[in-house]
């Protein structure tokens, strides 16, 4: 069976591209006092851990460029003892596409790194080598796992398999999906072919989730297809999202920071 007819059953939840703030997520980093930052959703706020997803679409001639700049970027976030994870990614279908995925201690570490020198160079890099603006992604994650765990590395032998998958529930069924993975996430978690398991919820839409899943390879990402506690989660992605087939969500991505295997 190939991937691209495994990710066909794949389950998982849900992300938005729609659903984003605009403006640039280093936009701090270049404010002058002057120009005030952009507002943080009152969610957020209340949320002691900053975690963010960021999308951009980066034009052909400059896509090393950029991520280059990301790449440095990654690693002064890791080396900041207030960063938890930061990892970038681009899309195994559509390289112009980049993720930049980071966790901070709080939103004050973070708006505080954004004045970083790697950060800035991001942004100058960015006026130019962007298709469209970028979208930032404010998300909640649910069963949170630690700053060890989210560190945790594939085997230098391994084949690592990155799966984003973006759904929208309908209204009504959000707990029922919560509850039907705070049974599932442990034993996910357990399987010896998962690096990462994460379920997160959209800031500002209480029907948005985002599943972020790393898989040491294709036959562990086979196994936990085969794996019994999916099935509840399937039949959820079955029956109980807006838009039908949940597979249209899925995103299979390349890692290209900080690359760090043990």
Same mark, same amino acid.
């Given at each position: 069976? *190939?991937? %691209? *007819? /495994? +990710? /066909? !059953?794949?389950r998982i939840v849900l992300i938005v591209t729609s659903l984003s703030v605009g403006g640039s997520p280093f936009a701090a980093a270049q404010n002058s006092g002057n120009a005030p930052a952009k507002a943080i959703p009152e969610a957020f706020k209340n949320q002691e851990m900053a975690a963010q997803i960021t999308r951009y679409e980066v034009k052909k001639d400059d896509q090393e460029k950029f991520q280059k700049a990301l790449k440095e970027y990654v690693s002064a976030a890791l080396s900041n003892e207030e960063n938890i994870m930061a990892e970038a990614y681009f899309e195994k279908e559509n390289? @112009?596409? !980049?993720?930049? $995925?980071?966790?901070w201690n709080n939103q004050k570490e973070l708006e505080q790194f954004r004045k970083n020198s790697k950060a800035k160079a991001v942004t100058i890099v960015a006026k130019t080598a962007l298709a %469209?603006? =970028?979208k930032i992604i404010y998300v909640k994650d649910l069963e949170p796992i630690s700053k060890k765990e989210w560190r945790r590395a594939s085997k230098a032998e391994d084949n690592q398999l990155t799966i984003m998958l973006f759904v929208e529930a309908k209204a009504g069924t959000e707990e029922n999906f919560r509850k039907l993975y705070h049974i599932a996430m442990p034993q996910f978690r #357990? =399987?010896?072919g998962v690096v990462t398991y994460q +379920? #997160?919820? @959209?800031e500002k839409d209480a029907t948005q989730f !985002? *599943? $972020?899943?790393k $898989?040491? /390879?294709?036959? @562990? $990402?086979?196994?936990h297809l085969n794996f019994p506690p999916i099935q509840p989660v399937l039949d959820y992605l079955n029956t109980s999202i807006k838009k039908q087939p949940f597979q249209d969500g899925i995103h299979h991505l390349i890692e290209f920071a900080p690359l !760090?295997?043990?």
């Open positions: 069976m *190939t991937i %691209k *007819t /495994s +990710l /066909s !059953i794949l390289q @112009a596409v !980049i993720w930049l $995925f980071e966790r %469209k603006p =970028e #357990s =399987e010896p +379920l #997160s919820q @959209a !985002i *599943t $972020f899943e $898989f040491r /390879s294709n036959d @562990a $990402f086979q196994y !760090i295997r043990e």
